[in-house]
Structure formats: structure tokens, C-alpha cells
């Protein structure tokens, strides 16, 4: 059964750090794009970032960039996300998502399509 | 960045009704734009890629259209177990961004 599961989450103050993880399983992990999605209490839904398969490239959202840090570990099959220098505002449910493959004329785009499989979430609460 | 504005932000219906969604990009994204379902509590689920595409085992009364900066999400005979909120997404360029969200409910 393909499967993503988050850990990793929880309460810190306001400046500190948290890592979350997020642990694959059911398909084969490398070949896919990744990405972070959050959700804060009663609100939509914001991408955050985002990194390819071989985790040569990574991208951000702008109200993240130097201050978060998306990796993986293919050996095993684990997508990170490093927080640094948390706000409230960064307080959300944190999804980790797989890319289906954006491919088109031979080429195939870095960070992927549509996110067709979800993790259940964390949730990160950033207060003091 | 693109913004994707969808309407009606909230949405009752009766069980059997045909259900449209509409999702405006703010500029040209082809064909690149998800729909997906999200019950409360629950993480996402993706219902249509590319516009138009069914994603697997997702019911064939979920459909979707559309193309440029229009685009429509239909639901063709409502039932109770699609009581969710529904978002549009654009993967055209990055940042991705989803629509605000369209929350349906039985009359």
C-alpha cells in the first residue's frame, strides 16, 4: 500500500526549530517529486516547498525561504523539512505530498504534477 | 504569483443535484490545474489532474473542464459522502497555489 507518514511535529516558541519527517512506503521513492503543504487552523491550503526526486533541487514559498530547509534521504525513503526561526503564522497542519510525474516532450519537470498521495499530517504550534 | 480564485466559496445542495464549481486563474495555466477533496479532519484527496482527468477509483460522477484561465469542477449527482470542502490548484508555475476553497453542504 503506498503510504506517507509525518512525524515530527508539536509545540515550540516562537524563533525555535522543528524537524519533520515524513516516512514513505509502497512505491519508489526516488523517482518521485515531493512537497510540503501546510494548512493553519480554518484556513486553505498553502504549498511551502518542494524537491525532486534525486533532491537536486529544491524550491520554496516566499514566506519560507531562509527559513526552512526541504531534503531527503532516498536510502530511506524519508522527506524532511527543516524549520528554523518559526513564527505564529507558521502554525498549520503539515502535509507531506507525492507528485505524479510532469513529463511532456521527452522531459520531465522537477517538481511534479498534481499531488496524489497525502500523509495524514502534523500539527505545528508555534507559541510562547 | 498566480492566484486562483474559485466560486461559490460555500455551496448547500440536495442529494441528487448536479453541483458546479468554477476556478479562475489569474493568468493562462493550459491545462495545468487539480481539483481535489478534503473532509474534515482529513488530509486531501486528489479527484481530477490535468483538468479533465479522473485520478483512479474516484467516482465517475466527479468530472472536470476547462482550459487557460477557466476552468469547472462538476459533481453530476450529489451524494451524502461528498459533504467536504473542494480546492483548485494551478502546478503552471511555481509558487503552486490552490483556490480559496469551496465548502459543500446538503440542503
Known amino acids: 500500500e503506498v503510504q506517507l507518514l509525518e512525524s515530527g511535529g508539536g509545540l515550540v516558541q516562537p524563533g525555535g526549530s522543528l524537524r519533520l519527517s515524513c516516512a514513505a512506503s509502497g512505491f519508489t521513492f526516488s523517482s518521485y517529486a515531493m512537497s510540503w503543504v501546510r494548512q493553519a487552523p480554518g484556513k486553505g491550503l498553502e504549498w511551502v516547498s518542494a524537491i525532486s526526486g534525486s533532491g537536486g533541487s529544491t524550491y520554496y514559498a516566499d514566506s519560507v525561504k531562509g527559513r526552512f530547509t526541504i531534503s531527503r534521504d532516498n536510502s530511506k525513503n524519508t522527506l524532511y523539512l527543516q524549520m528554523n526561526s518559526l513564527r505564529a503564522e507558521d502554525t498549520a497542519v503539515y502535509y507531506c505530498?507525492?507528485?505524479?510525474?510532469?513529463?511532456?516532450?521527452?522531459?520531465?519537470?522537477?517538481?511534479?504534477?498534481?499531488?496524489?498521495?497525502w500523509g495524514q499530517g502534523t500539527m505545528v504550534t508555534v507559541s510562547s | 504569483d498566480i492566484q486562483m480564485t474559485q466560486s461559490p466559496s460555500s455551496l448547500s445542495a440536495s442529494v441528487g443535484d448536479r453541483v458546479t464549481i468554477t476556478c479562475q486563474a489569474s493568468?493562462?495555466?493550459?491545462?495545468?490545474l487539480n481539483w481535489y477533496q478534503q473532509k474534515p479532519g482529513k488530509a486531501p484527496k486528489l479527484l481530477i489532474y490535468d483538468a479533465s482527468n479522473l485520478e483512479t477509483g474516484v467516482p465517475s460522477r466527479f468530472s472536470g473542464s476547462g482550459s487557460g484561465t477557466d476552468f469547472t469542477f462538476t459533481i453530476s449527482s450529489l451524494q451524502p459522502e461528498d459533504i467536504a470542502t473542494y480546492y483548485c490548484?494551478?502546478?503552471?508555475?511555481?509558487?503552486?497555489?490552490f483556490g480559496q476553497g469551496t465548502r459543500l453542504e446538503i440542503k
Open positions: 493568468q493562462d495555466i493550459s491545462n495545468y
Open positions: 505530498a507525492k507528485s505524479l510525474p510532469d513529463c511532456s516532450g521527452g522531459s520531465c519537470s522537477d517538481v511534479g504534477g498534481a499531488f496524489d498521495i
Open positions: 490548484q494551478q502546478y503552471d508555475n511555481l509558487p503552486f497555489t
